[in-house]
């Protein structure tokens, strides 16, 4: 069952078949194979991934996401992180990495937080004299910290596939997501010292706090959001309706950005993203539902179990497992896919699943800037207009420190579990 599994899955799509399709082929292969083909079992689990409360937040983020680009909420944060931190010696680097994390705080994934950013940002860096290709680099890394930073697109599909709090990855994403943010920065000043980028005069005092109160009202969305959730006030899906009105109050009414012209763009460009992630959750729920049936959680478990019942030495063995499938499937199929399969065996080892979720998440972060499929990689190939060979090998070195970072919150699980812990007495 396994082995029909990974080559049916995998030869449908090297064949350039869409990933959902390729799930529902693979789904009809397993059920061959197991001699009960049905179409409407099928059907019925499609439908059941998609009748979900909880996945109704994907499209309200991801609305509120094209909603700020549209708004000039992502200008007034770049503006912002500009002004804070832009007269250090290779500022705007440190403005691209701040200015992400920020906006993670409110996209929820690696490629709006990318474009958003990287349109704004990767014209004045090529203006001022960073290397273009190196500064399309930094900003597809810092992007990355957009499903990692709360709130996050995949740790939703996460807690919904393993019945894992939402809030709980939510908040063990912080600390991870800070880090990631740091590491970043300090990669960046180690290359810094190295070249002559332009350093620019302080801002004065004033200025500074004229642009973070022009900001505020885009700084403090994310802390509306996530005070929401942890406080009980309204659910994840709740708040991410809540993202969606405040940054149209703010667009509209306060910075006077929005144009009513634009709505009809904005709801199309929500929706297309928006139907692509459900599409292939409702298809994954149907292969689940045959991958418990074939009981390949169990066959994995055995494979690696037999290698070692060490917690430590299973999650180096899953990390290094993770790192491989991230370089050639994207993060939501691949989550989709394996967290069915990986979930039963962390919990048979007294892994904790809200630990294990969060390092599969920032594990396949990773593969979001590897070739040949990292869909981050390629916006930053849009945006530079680099080749993916290009922009690869100057990619290479923050992928390392991401990998770093990985073994960090693998090996040092407080740095996930401490404010979830801390706030919700686990």
């Excluded at 529902?24 to 179409?39: E, G, K, P, V, Y």
Aim: proline share 6%.
């Amino acid at each position: 069952m396994l082995t029909i599994f990974l080559v049916s899955l995998f030869g449908f799509l090297a064949f350039g078949i869409p990933v959902a399709f390729a799930l529902i082929l693979s789904t009809a292969a397993l059920m061959l194979f197991h001699n009960n083909f049905d179409t409407q079992i099928v059907v019925q689990h499609m439908m059941a991934g998609a009748e979900n409360y909880t996945l109704m937040s994907i499209p309200f983020f991801m609305l509120a996401g094209e909603i700020m680009n549209q708004g000039g909420i992502s200008v007034r944060i770049v503006k912002f992180a500009n002004d804070l931190i832009g007269h250090v010696r290779g500022g705007l680097g440190y403005v691209t990495v701040v200015a992400c994390m920020i906006f993670a705080g409110v996209s929820g994934t690696a490629v709006a937080d990318t474009a958003a950013v990287g349109s704004i940002l990767h014209p004045v860096m090529k203006k001022e004299g960073y290397e273009s290709d190196r500064s399309a680099a930094l900003i597809c890394a810092a992007g990355c910290t957009g499903p990692i930073i709360p709130p996050s697109m995949p740790m939703i599909l996460y807690g919904v596939i393993g019945g894992v709090s939402i809030v709980g990855l939510f908040l063990g994403g912080i600390v991870p997501g800070l880090i990631m943010g740091f590491a970043l920065m300090i990669y960046w000043y180690i290359h810094s010292r190295k070249k002559d980028y332009p350093v620019k005069q302080r801002v004065p005092f004033i200025q500074l706090l004229k642009s973070m109160l022009d900001a505020i009202w885009a700084l403090i969305l994310p802390l509306v959001i996530m005070g929401g959730i942890v406080f009980g006030i309204f659910t994840p899906t709740e708040a991410a309706v809540v993202a969606v009105w405040y940054a149209f109050f703010v667009s509209f009414f306060i910075y006077r950005e929005l144009k009513l012209s634009k709505l009809p763009e904005i709801l199309l460009d929500a929706a297309i993203s928006s139907a692509v992630v459900m599409f292939v959750a409702s298809a994954a729920t149907s292969t689940a539902f045959m991958i418990t049936v074939g009981r390949i959680p169990q066959a994995i478990a055995e494979v690696i179990t037999s290698i070692s019942t060490n917690p430590l030495v299973v999650m180096f063995i899953i990390n290094i497992f993770l790192l491989l499938v991230g370089a050639v499937l994207d993060l939501t199929p691949a989550m989709l896919i394996l967290a069915p399969i990986l979930i039963p065996l962390v919990k048979n080892l007294g892994i904790d699943p809200l630990y294990f979720g969060v390092v599969m998440v920032f594990n396949l972060c990773i593969g979001l800037l590897t070739p040949p499929v990292g869909t981050v990689l390629y916006v930053g190939c849009g945006l530079s207009g680099h080749s993916i060979m290009q922009l690869s090998r100057r990619v290479l070195p923050f992928v390392v420190v991401l990998i770093a970072v990985l073994f960090l919150i693998t090996y040092v699980p407080e740095t996930i579990l401490f404010i979830p812990k801390w706030f919700q007495g686990r």
